[in-house]
């Protein structure tokens, strides 16, 4: 990635800097950098003898939209994927105006740091956790997007998968805001970039693949064959072999289904009468139908303005050719005419 | 809220221009015809020269639109995010103009409180999804560009996939330049799909100078027949908005 020149102005602010907001004139004393993306950069700070992360940007409307997000994870009942929100502010500078949120600081190494100090039993476990962190997610209608481990963190102890980074998170049935290639089933040319569960379910196979491949491989073919190869290469990927290979193919409905998929160990896509772990399959009914439910609203939607779409082109043909209907009748009258 | 289509050149370039007008003149003029130009610059391991660089930045900057250099193989990514960020910078101009009606002066989004810019974002968010696109695609096949033309259309395909997942109408055209026997060549007339452009693209010889001006120019022409042939029997006229930021 490289830093363009408005993060550049960004990224040398000082540590004991206060930041002080111009709407609530909270104060915020600069810690250090945490890092950056695309659209700004993170650094900790302490507030009220309290560490946050303070994430700026001087393209007010992404922190804007980020801060949209943080707000409905807060409405996802149960839901502890995303940091909390904590202030939203702007803070004047000599050089200009910077826009700014306060979050929840969490703190721990990496997904693929943590798996590397503490052995990959920790995969199946860290991943379980993220399934049914993006089920919440999933059933109040939006989707994560840009899926990847440097986006996750493990806390603890006891140890649990958070995300620090929400700014891909997509209302279903939208095009995705915001994706890395590697986890992306549209560069793999395994799927569209409409925001629905399949999509994040997508990126979870991703990065439990990028467990054996830490440093990630290029795309020579593409497609279905070269995952499935790089899957056969290493032995430590073989016993998730068909549960990845279903959620490359976007066969899970639900970040549920894939969920039960890996506990069970029968790894293919539940059928009704073929599962085994009674357990599951309770929680697995109540939540199906709330999913469905909603795919069929998002599919009713699509459908619709496709319609609206189509309807609008017919209008427009059907002028045309009355238009062309009629002037080819009057010249045909006047020619009529002149022949009498 | 009308929107009307939003209308984009994107520039894929490796350096400076040296035949024909002022590439930075013919992009204002697109701006003030409601056309935003979008510049990627793609560098190899040698960074690009500083004349090339700023030539880059200006175009961008007096066609009202986003630049970035990047290196051939993250020039997929930055294709994308560049379009999408020169939408919603359209887009937040037109919300802008529709604020500065109701609440009067110089009102910006920015300048609301950041509780209220909440619901504003919605509305642009909505809007950039389902808002209509023309991408005019504009890729410069000079010699030293031969061996990136490959990335290059991959980026291309992998931009009309990201744009196609919006349930808005896309229109999709390219342009490359020098052509075989002017300084532009159509490659592909307007259409909603990219694919038939694998086919083509392989083709493609690469040739000399790089007429950036003069390639500018015709695209803008491009737009506007597009435009007078439709009008002619619909009135889609005040489809198409004029000013955009």
């Given amino acids: 990635m490289m830093m363009n020149n408005t993060l550049k102005n960004l990224s040398n602010i000082t540590a004991g800097t206060i930041v002080e907001g111009k709407w609530h004139k909270n104060r915020y004393v600069i810690v250090k950098e945490l890092g950056y993306g695309a659209n700004g950069i993170v650094y900790l700070a302490q507030y009220l003898n309290q560490y946050v992360a303070l994430k700026l940007s001087h393209?007010?409307?992404?922190?804007?939209?980020?801060?949209?997000?943080?707000?409905?994870?807060?409405?996802?009942?149960?839901?502890?994927?995303?940091?909390?929100?904590?202030?939203?502010?702007?803070?004047?500078?000599?050089?200009?105006?910077?826009?700014?949120?306060?979050?929840?600081?969490?703190?721990?190494?990496?997904?693929?740091?943590?798996?590397?100090?503490?052995?990959?039993?920790?995969?199946?476990?860290?991943?379980?956790?993220?399934?049914?962190?993006?089920?919440?997610?999933?059933?109040?209608?939006?989707?994560?997007?840009?899926?990847?481990?440097?986006?996750?963190?493990?806390?603890?102890?006891?140890?649990?998968?958070?995300?620090?980074d929400v700014g891909g998170t997509t209302i279903q049935g939208r095009a995705i805001k915001e994706f890395t290639e590697f986890y992306d089933r549209g560069y793999w040319g395994l799927g569209s970039r409409k925001a629905d569960p399949a999509y994040d379910l997508f990126a979870v196979a991703m990065i439990m693949i990028n467990t054996a491949y830490p440093k990630r491989f290029e795309k020579t073919s593409g497609g279905l064959n070269q995952l499935q190869m790089m899957i056969r290469q290493k032995s430590e990927l073989q016993k998730f072999e068909q549960v990845i290979i279903h959620?490359?193919?976007?066969?899970?409905?639900?970040?549920?289904?894939?969920?039960?998929?890996?506990?069970?160990?029968?790894?293919?896509?539940?059928?009704?009468?073929?599962?085994?772990?009674?357990?599951?399959?309770?929680?697995?009914?109540?939540?199906?139908p709330a999913v469905q439910q909603q795919r069929s609203q998002v599919q009713n939607q699509t459908g619709q303005s496709r319609q609206i779409i189509v309807k609008k082109k017919k209008k427009r043909h059907a002028l045309e050719t009355t238009l062309i209907v009629t002037t080819l009748s009057f010249l045909y009258f006047l020619y009529i005419y002149g022949q009498l | 809220m009308k929107t009307g289509t939003l209308k984009q050149i994107l520039l894929i370039t490796d350096g400076c221009s040296n035949q024909g007008e002022d590439p930075i003149a013919v992009s204002a003029l697109a701006k003030e015809q409601g056309i935003t130009v979008n510049v990627i610059g793609v560098m190899e391991q040698d960074v690009i020269d500083d004349q090339g660089l700023r030539e880059i930045e200006n175009i961008a900057l007096s066609g009202g639109g986003v630049s970035q250099v990047v290196y051939a193989q993250q020039l997929s990514q930055t294709v994308q995010m560049v379009t999408r960020k020169a939408m919603t910078q359209t887009l937040q101009g037109v919300v802008n103009k529709e604020l500065?009606?109701?609440?009067?002066?110089?009102?910006?989004?920015?300048?609301?409180?950041?509780?209220?810019?909440?619901?504003?974002?919605?509305?642009?968010?909505?809007l950039g999804e389902k808002v209509e696109l023309e991408v005019l695609i504009l890729v410069d096949t000079s010699a030293s560009m031969k061996h990136k033309l490959p990335t290059v259309k991959e980026a291309i395909?992998?931009?009309?996939?990201?744009?196609?997942?919006?349930?808005?109408?896309?229109?999709?055209?390219?342009?490359?330049?020098?052509?075989?026997?002017?300084?532009?060549?159509?490659?592909?007339?307007?259409?909603?799909?990219?694919?038939?452009?694998?086919?083509?693209?392989?083709?493609?010889?690469?040739?000399?100078?790089?007429?950036?001006?003069?390639?500018?120019?015709?695209?803008?022409?491009?737009?506007?027949?597009?435009?007078?042939?439709?009008?002619?029997?619909?009135?889609?006229?005040?489809?198409?908005?004029?000013e955009s930021v």
Avoid at chain 2, 208 to 231: D, N, V
């Fill in chain 1, 247 to 288: 959620a490359l193919k976007g066969k899970y409905q639900s970040a549920m289904e894939m969920r039960k998929a890996l506990i069970d160990g029968n790894y293919a896509p539940a059928q009704p009468n073929t599962s085994k772990a009674s357990k599951v399959q309770p929680q697995k009914q109540r939540s199906k």
């Fill in chain 2, 100 to 126: 500065q009606q109701i609440l009067g002066g110089s009102q910006t989004v920015e300048d609301l409180p950041p509780d209220k810019r909440g619901e504003v974002m919605e509305v642009v968010d909505e």
């Fill in chain 2, 157 to 242: 395909l992998d931009l009309s996939l990201s744009l196609n997942a919006r349930s808005g109408d896309n229109h999709f055209s390219v342009f490359v330049f020098p052509g075989k026997k002017n300084d532009v060549e159509k490659l592909l007339d307007w259409t909603p799909r990219l694919e038939s452009l694998t086919s083509i693209f392989s083709k493609l010889t690469t040739g000399g100078i790089t007429p950036t001006g003069p390639a500018l120019r015709e695209a803008l022409s491009s737009f506007k027949k597009k435009r007078s042939l439709r009008s002619l029997i619909s009135r889609d006229d005040e489809q198409y908005f004029e």
């Fill in chain 1, 59 to 164: 393209n007010g409307m992404s922190i804007t939209s980020e801060v949209n997000v943080l707000k409905s994870f807060a409405k996802v009942q149960g839901s502890t994927l995303g940091p909390s929100l904590v202030d939203v502010d702007d803070w004047i500078r000599p050089s200009g105006k910077v826009s700014f949120y306060a979050m929840e600081y969490i703190k721990g190494p990496d997904f693929l740091t943590f798996i590397q100090q503490k052995g990959s039993v920790w995969i199946e476990v860290l991943v379980l956790q993220l399934l049914s962190d993006l089920h919440l997610l999933h059933i109040n209608g939006w989707t994560f997007g840009d899926l990847k481990p440097e986006n996750l963190i493990v806390t603890g102890p006891p140890s649990k998968i958070r995300c620090i």
